[in-house]
């Protein structure tokens, strides 16, 4: 799979989360497989994946970025730009307090990620 994500794209963005905090969490969130503490850190083995992309986008002259793990890719909104202010693991969709724009919290991270990357990637923003 990450050959496949590495050809198919010039440039791949991931957070630059901290796997062994997550399989840490004794109390993850309710979540389905492949999402939350127990789906990044043990069934995905997230770190073992970034570090086969940044080996492979290096050797296919491809860009990787990473995003901080401070970044606040789940409580920012991606319409507005609004950051709440605590957005507890367990919710799993929200509301924007200044748009009513309506989150689902993993997609939403996703659309922050992509662009944060793109800002990286266009004018060497840091996030």
Not at 29 to 40: I, K, N, Q
Not at 94 to 115: K, T
Request: with cysteine; proline share 7%.
């Amino acid at each position: 799979m990450p050959t496949q994500l590495i050809r198919e794209n010039q440039t791949i963005v991931v957070e630059d989360l901290a796997v062994k905090n997550m399989v840490k969490n004794h109390n993850p969130p309710p979540s389905p497989p492949g999402r939350g503490a127990r789906g990044v850190g043990s069934d995905a083995n997230w770190g073992e994946l970034v570090r086969q992309l940044e080996y492979k986008a290096e050797w296919y002259g491809r860009q990787l970025i990473k995003i901080d793990r401070y970044f606040p890719s789940s409580k920012r909104c991606s319409n507005c730009g609004h950051v709440v202010e605590k957005l507890p693991l367990n919710i799993r969709e929200w509301d924007c307090p200044e748009c009513a724009a309506h989150h689902d919290r993993d997609i939403n991270a996703s659309i922050n990620i992509l662009a944060a990357g793109g800002a990286v990637s266009v004018c060497g923003a840091r996030f």
